[in-house]
């Protein structure tokens, strides 16, 4: 009995050591070694590079799927559709409430379109010029009246002056107009006489509508309260004597139109002003709705107009460009000198020119207005000018 667990007991022993030498054996044979650290360090950075690319083809899949990109695509065409169709509705609306077809400007908007532009951040862009109007020579007293005329014929409800801005191209007529619109709170519009011959000339009775759809539209608003100045540029296109163009009978009745809504005291809120340089050409009917009074000739400025005028737009050009200009100090000393080179020309030659003399600053070094560069574009205008008078006088002779 004894010696059979003896024996058990051996075997016990025997097996143990054996399995305890195999578990030292196997655990010698697991312990990582630094190439198996390696090789498994590598495996897992391998693993994690698969599965992330993985997932992005999985992503890019999803992406590319066909359903993906129709509804992308649709989406994309229902923005673009929406916003094509917000930008038609503006426009009819803008048609609808808006402007009479034969102005080609006119500052009022319909309240709604109003909210609409502020909601879109869109502000007014009107530029009120009443600081940069240099008054022309012999008007200096006629223009404070004419704002005076106006604010009484408002605080009184009697009708606005009719008035007719004669004289040179370039002298400011139209200028004054706006002037005039923005600062007695009148809303302005402006046409032209070529613009209504233009119409006239369809011969389907257009002009002659246009005609009433302007002063219907004008009738409301100044039911409204809100008066309006309409200005007719280049007037004598179509205010011209009746008897001196027979031919164009459709332009005749237009103004048969314009005439009939013009009878006195009919149109208050009301006011137009007709700019021409050839007044003797309009119609006597035209002329004595424009009576004497309310006559202005627009002369081509004199030395002290051009002075003010030429420093003004000098002055404007500093900052008109992205890039900031100076002016170099002679030249607030030779502003006489200037002038008295530009005697003759009108205020838009005058503006043109400081406006060319800013280009050919920006394009210089140190971005300085200096007396060679304004010399230089002097000159240029004014060889132009004798170029011009050169060439009319050239063609007068058969050239
Ligand atoms: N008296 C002035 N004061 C200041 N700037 C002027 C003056 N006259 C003309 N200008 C400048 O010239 C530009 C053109 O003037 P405007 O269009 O008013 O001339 P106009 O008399 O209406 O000419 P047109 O007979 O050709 O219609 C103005 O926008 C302004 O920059
Ligand atoms: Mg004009």
Same mark, same amino acid.
């Given at each position: %009995?004894?010696?059979?667990?003896?024996?058990?007991?051996?075997?016990?022993?025997?097996?143990?050591?054996?399995?305890?030498?195999?578990?030292?054996?196997?655990?010698?044979?697991?312990? &990582?070694?630094?190439? !198996?650290?390696?090789?498994?360090?590598?495996?897992?950075?391998?693993?994690?590079?698969?599965?992330?690319?993985?997932?992005?083809?999985?992503?890019?899949?999803?992406?590319?799927?066909?359903? $993906?990109?129709?509804?992308?695509?649709?989406?994309?065409?229902?923005?673009?559709?929406?916003?094509?169709?917000?930008?038609?509705?503006?426009?009819?609306?803008?048609?609808?409430?808006?402007?009479?077809?034969?102005?080609?400007?006119?500052?009022?908007?319909? &309240?709604?379109?109003?909210?609409?532009?502020?909601?879109?951040?869109?502000?007014?862009?009107?530029?009120?010029?009443?600081?940069?109007?240099?008054?022309?020579?012999?008007?200096?007293?006629?223009?404070?009246?004419?704002?005076?005329?106006?604010?009484?014929?408002?605080?009184?409800?009697?009708?606005?002056?009719? %008035?007719?801005?004669?004289?040179?191209?370039?002298?400011? =007529?139209?200028?004054?107009?706006?002037?005039?619109?923005?600062?007695?709170?009148?809303?302005?519009?402006?046409? $032209?006489?070529?613009?209504?011959?233009?119409?006239?000339?369809?011969?389907?009775?257009?002009?002659?509508?246009?005609?009433?759809?302007?002063?219907?539209?004008?009738?409301?608003?100044?039911?409204?309260?809100?008066?309006?100045?309409?200005?007719?540029?280049?007037?004598?296109?179509?205010?011209?004597?009746?008897?001196?163009?027979?031919?164009?009978?459709?332009? #005749?009745?237009?103004?048969?139109?314009?005439?009939?809504?013009? !009878?006195?005291?009919?149109?208050?809120?009301?006011?137009?002003?007709?700019?021409?340089?050839?007044?003797?050409?309009?119609? &006597?009917?035209?002329?004595?709705?424009? #009576?004497?009074?309310?006559?202005?000739?627009?002369?081509?400025?004199?030395?002290?107009?051009?002075?003010?005028?030429?420093?003004?737009?000098?002055?404007?050009?500093?900052?008109?460009?992205?890039?900031?200009?100076?002016?170099?100090?002679?030249?607030?000393?030779?502003?006489?000198?200037?002038?008295?080179?530009?005697?003759?020309?009108?205020?838009?030659?005058?503006?043109?020119?400081?406006?060319?003399?800013?280009?050919?600053?920006?394009?210089?070094?140190?971005?300085?207005?200096?007396?060679?560069?304004?010399?230089?574009?002097?000159?240029?205008?004014?060889?132009?000018?004798?170029?011009?008078?050169?060439?009319?006088?050239?063609?007068? =002779?058969?050239?």
């Amino acid at each position: %009995m004894a010696t059979s667990i003896q024996n058990q007991t051996t075997a016990l022993i025997q097996q143990t050591t054996t399995l305890t030498q195999s578990l030292t054996k196997l655990g010698q044979d697991l312990k &990582p070694t630094p190439e !198996t650290i390696q090789a498994t360090e590598a495996a897992q950075g391998d693993r994690l590079q698969r599965t992330a690319i993985e997932q992005h083809k999985y992503k890019w899949d999803k992406l590319t799927d066909g359903k $993906t990109v129709a509804k992308f695509t649709a989406g994309v065409v229902t923005a673009i559709a929406a916003l094509y169709c917000a930008k038609l509705s503006y426009e009819y609306a803008l048609k609808q409430m808006g402007r009479p077809q034969i102005f080609d400007h006119w500052s009022y908007k319909h &309240p709604a379109l109003k909210a609409f532009d502020r909601m879109c951040g869109r502000t007014d862009t009107f530029e009120n010029r009443f600081n940069e109007f240099v008054c022309p020579p012999g008007l200096e007293d006629r223009v404070p009246e004419i704002f005076l005329t106006i604010k009484s014929a408002q605080e009184n409800g009697t009708p606005l002056p009719n %008035m007719a801005f004669l004289g040179d191209p370039g002298t400011g =007529k139209t200028m004054l107009g706006e002037i005039l619109a923005h600062q007695c709170g009148l809303e302005f519009a402006h046409t $032209t006489g070529p613009r209504i011959a233009a119409l006239a000339e369809r011969k389907d009775g257009s002009a002659i509508l246009e005609i009433q759809k302007m002063f219907k539209a004008a009738k409301q608003l100044a039911k409204k309260g809100k008066g309006i100045l309409i200005f007719i540029d280049e007037a004598n296109a179509f205010l011209r004597d009746r008897k001196s163009d027979r031919s164009n009978k459709e332009l #005749s009745a237009a103004l048969e139109e314009f005439l009939a809504n013009m !009878t006195d005291g009919a149109n208050k809120g009301i006011m137009f002003i007709i700019a021409t340089n050839l007044f003797d050409e309009l119609d &006597p009917a035209v002329k004595s709705r424009f #009576s004497k009074v309310n006559r202005l000739v627009f002369k081509r400025p004199e030395e002290k107009q051009i002075a003010q005028m030429f420093s003004q737009y000098l002055e404007k050009e500093k900052t008109s460009g992205k890039t900031q200009l100076t002016i170099a100090p002679e030249v607030k000393a030779l502003i006489m000198d200037y002038a008295q080179q530009f005697k003759g020309e009108a205020g838009r030659e005058i503006k043109a020119c400081a406006v060319d003399i800013g280009g050919r600053a920006r394009q210089t070094e140190n971005k300085v207005i200096t007396d060679a560069i304004i010399l230089k574009s002097i000159r240029k205008t004014l060889q132009s000018s004798t170029d011009e008078q050169e060439f009319i006088a050239g063609y007068g =002779k058969g050239y």
